[in-house]
């Protein structure tokens, strides 16, 4: 039976800064508050797992090495802040040019994979990020809309509206995202003793 609680990140426009098909070490800026955000999880006890959509590898503007460069020094910036993730996946396709897929957000697949690999109980997971197709399976893989959070960083504040309308949280920023499911967490534990 799974039962690690786990936050499922968008890293492009929730964690970090966008600037449009990242793919340079260089550039790689942590957004504010972001890695004591992910420090503060961490500690509470929760898996933090990013899941990323990367259409640039199938346009052909970087590929996997890039990428895995740019995930390490996310890494390495999120380690000066004492941070970790716990887990990262990527769905490098798009539909336009790959055709459709399972692993492409709002897709389950990734989410299915970190699950089985890091034995996730989605119950107890929230999904954070910056677009609609971050916070929508919070409601098909737990049920519960609400454990979805839009940050209104990077496009979030150009989908507030759609949020509030699927039963998606709304909150300015990952450390205020943080900050809910720590106290979430307290309470949930409370209740449980």
């Not at 968008?10 to 800026?29: A, H, N, Q, W």
């Not at 209104?152 to 300015?172: F, K, N, S, W, Y």
Request: glycine letters at 10%; one cysteine or more; aromatic letters at 6%.
């Amino acid at each position: 039976m799974p039962e690690h609680r786990a936050v499922f990140l968008d890293r492009d426009g929730t964690i970090v800064s966008d600037p449009g098909f990242l793919r340079e070490p260089g550039k790689v800026r942590l957004l504010p508050g972001a890695g004591e955000a992910i420090r503060r999880l961490n500690q509470a006890g929760w898996l933090v797992v990013t899941v990323t959509n990367q259409s640039g590898i199938a346009r052909g503007l970087y590929d996997q090495a890039a990428y895995s460069a740019v995930q390490r020094r996310v890494a390495e910036l999120l380690g000066a802040h004492t941070a970790h993730l716990d887990g990262a996946y990527l769905c490098p396709h798009h539909p336009d040019i790959t055709g459709p897929c399972q692993c492409r957000k709002p897709g389950p697949k990734l989410f299915r994979d970190a699950q089985t690999a890091l034995g996730i109980d989605f119950a107890q997971a929230y999904w954070v990020g910056d677009r609609l197709s971050d916070v929508e399976p919070a409601r098909a893989l737990a049920g519960q809309a609400a454990r979805g959070i839009l940050v209104e960083t990077g496009d979030g504040a150009h989908h507030r509206a759609q949020a509030q309308a699927l039963g998606a949280t709304v909150v300015p920023d990952l450390a205020a995202a943080a900050d809910l499911i720590v106290r979430a967490g307290v309470t949930t534990l409370k209740t449980a003793t």
